[in-house]
């Protein structure tokens, strides 16, 4: 009785402690079995080359500066965008204290441009820049919890810490040089600050600053980043009526407090993003100057994203997009991906689609439940930030991504996805009075989302010399139903999950005929 005593008291700390602890493991465990990829190649050699200047005491070097000026390293004119001081410093810090910042940089950065591949980085410096993925991934998936407990409940931030920790993509990240670990973690960790920055209605200064700080290291690690901004807008707009009464109306003085908060917000994330770069220092004119060639050069040179355009905006793209994320193709059909020339063939296996049957069936229970109390102005602030959050990712997906097919681009409205069909979860498990029929569904549905994550454990932790491509073929949904046993699990969770719909209906009507 005491230890049940001491757990209930302290869940606000047991809870987090677990998830980071369980999540860690399962993202750290033999780092050295990871398969490699070729922009890890790439994220090596500058965040080594990197190090290694600063270790050497050499910070008039140009390479510390940027990219393009930099003469240790072969670099196309795309690459300066990606050039992040931030993420070569993360990477590159335990590769120092590993002593494995001595290796072939140059070539090492040349490996999507040259020909043939000698001399790549040992599975020892591989691991060594992967270090710290698994501490940011774990962070993230805390966050997660944090985020959920403060729109809804603790249940729905565990459901969707849950399902974030078994997500696929997620578990490979976590574990890789890669840059979407670090962006998802500071862009989420921005989100949770912006949420407490409004937490009791009214603004807390602090915290609003604290957020567009880490906005702007999410922009310096990666910017697409900015697939968040629409989210946090909404939030800056509603926030005061977190916890205010749903006839509140904006007066004058709210509508200039609101301005005024994006004005800060925005301009801060700027400044942030503009301070990571040492560039900025020294001519901040220059800079910007510098940045913005990066971007056009990015945006003219590489093929599978780039400026937003209207273009992507169609609506045989969005269903393409919900191929990728949601469910697959039940037709077979020859498409284009937008903004490019490339074609693919749409069918039940292609595209590859990075879901679990519980999570696709639970978005779209949540979808329905949000849409529901949205229109019935029923908890609607709370729910209008997730459709906005739903809504503004899947907008920028299509605005900006020239190829489906490189799942990492994805990644912003997956998060979306899964916090919805958390949400779902949670709504639908809610009113079921039978307490050990309902925690009996929830082991099925986390073992029925997992296990199809965890599908191909054995080429993530043991094949260190087995290289990956784009689009990842693991933990896919079709994944899950080709394969005997986790067939065999899909089937038993529909099978429960008709019962647990039975169950519902009958509570429904019997509630319906006790109050006649």
């Not at 913005?292 to 992507?312: A, C, E, L, Q």
């Amino acid at each position: 009785m005491k230890l049940v005593h001491f757990i209930k008291t302290n869940s606000q700390y047991i809870i987090p402690v677990i998830l980071f602890l369980g999540s860690f493991f399962i993202y750290s465990y033999n780092l050295e079995g990871q398969p490699w990829h070729g922009d890890e190649v790439v994220y090596l050699s500058w965040a080594g080359n990197y190090i290694h200047l600063i270790m050497k005491g050499d910070f008039s070097n140009p390479c510390l500066t940027s990219l393009d000026n930099c003469h240790l390293l072969y670099h196309i004119p795309a690459y300066g965008l990606t050039y992040s001081p931030l993420r070569n410093l993360l990477i590159g810090f335990p590769m120092d204290v590993r002593n494995e910042d001595n290796g072939y940089f140059n070539i090492w950065a040349c490996y999507w441009q040259c020909v043939t591949h000698t001399n790549l980085p040992t599975i020892s410096e591989f691991t060594a820049g992967r270090l710290l993925s698994p501490l940011f991934g774990s962070l993230t998936i805390v966050i997660s919890f944090l985020i959920g407990k403060f729109f809804f409940n603790k249940y729905v931030g565990i459901i969707f810490s849950i399902l974030f920790l078994f997500y696929d993509l997620w578990i490979w990240y976590s574990r890789t040089v890669m840059t979407e670990v670090h962006y998802v973690f500071f862009s989420m960790l921005s989100l949770l600050l912006l949420l407490y920055a409004f937490k009791t209605g009214h603004l807390k200064i602090r915290y609003l600053i604290l957020g567009a700080i880490t906005f702007g290291l999410a922009f310096t690690s990666k910017m697409l980043s900015i697939e968040f901004s629409g989210l946090f807008l909404g939030i800056i707009l509603f926030g005061s009526m977190f916890k205010r009464e749903a006839g509140s109306t904006f007066g004058k003085s709210r509508i200039s407090k609101i301005t005024l908060s994006i004005f800060l917000f925005g301009m801060i994330t700027v400044l942030s993003f503009f301070l990571t770069l040492p560039g900025f220092y020294e001519n901040p004119l220059h800079q910007i100057a510098v940045t913005k060639s990066d971007m056009d050069n990015y945006n003219r040179d590489v093929w599978y994203i780039g400026y937003p355009t209207i273009h992507g905006i169609q609506i045989k793209n969005m269903i393409t997009v919900f191929h990728y994320v949601v469910f697959p193709s039940f037709i077979e059909k020859q498409i284009l991906e937008p903004n490019s020339n490339q074609f693919g063939n749409l069918s039940l296996t292609s595209p590859l689609t990075y879901s679990s049957v519980p999570l696709s069936i639970f978005f779209f229970v949540g979808l329905g439940c949000l849409i529901y109390r949205v229109r019935k102005f029923k908890n609607y602030v709370q729910d209008g930030m997730v459709l906005i959050w739903f809504i503004s990712t899947l907008i920028f997906t299509l605005l900006m991504a020239k190829d489906f097919s490189q799942e990492r681009y994805l990644l912003p409205l997956l998060i979306s996805i899964l916090f919805i069909a958390s949400y779902g979860f949670w709504n639908f498990i809610n009113g079921i009075k039978y307490h050990k029929t309902k925690i009996a569904f929830v082991i099925c549905f986390v073992f029925a989302h997992s296990v199809t994550a965890l599908l191909g454990w054995q080429k993530f932790y043991f094949s260190p010399s087995t290289t990956w491509t784009n689009p990842l073929s693991f933990g896919t949904l079709q994944g899950s139903l080709d394969n005997p046993f986790t067939f065999v699990v899909n089937v038993t969770f529909v099978g429960f999950l008709l019962f647990m719909v039975i169950i519902r209906f009958r509570e429904r009507i019997h509630e319906t005929y006790s109050k006649l």
